[in-house]
Nanobody, 123 residues
Framework: VQLQASGGGLVQAGGSLRLSCAAS????????MGWFRQAPGKAREFVAG????????SYADSVKGRFTISRDNAKNMMYLRMNNLNPEDTAVYLC?????????????????WGQGTLVTVSS
């Protein structure tokens, strides 16, 4: 399984971005997927996760009401719509796939990782 995240960039506080994650090599796998982020000098943290069918979704408290995760299994794509961004959202955002079909907030559940895309929010 290979994952490629894109869509990061520089945005002003209050602005929006949409991140995309393209998955390949899924074959017959039905993975849950998630977004994580890692800011300089900080640990990687869970942002949002979505089950294979999209019926189970979880968000970190810090992004609830601002971020929306979605996926299109027909296109092997996952998205993260980020609204009302603030400087604390600045980080490298990584997409990941969990071999289990449900949603998970734990880093160890995710076996496959993309390379990340940088989001910088200026004040």
């Amino acid at each position: 399984v290979q994952l490629q995240a894109s869509g990061g960039g520089l945005v002003q506080a209050g602005g929006s971005l949409r991140l995309s994650c393209a998955a390949s090599g899924l074959a017959f796998r039905t993975p849950g997927m998630g977004w994580f982020r890692q800011a300089p000098g900080k640990a990687r943290e869970f942002v949002a996760g979505i089950s294979w069918g999209g019926n189970l979704i979880s968000y970190a408290d810090s992004v609830k009401g601002r971020f929306t995760i979605s996926r299109d299994n027909a296109k092997n794509m996952m998205y993260l719509r980020m609204n009302n961004l603030n400087p604390e959202d600045t980080a490298v955002y990584l997409c990941a796939a969990d071999p289990g079909s449900s949603v998970s907030e734990g880093i160890r559940s995710y076996a496959y990782w993309g390379q990340g895309t940088l989001v910088t929010v200026s004040s």
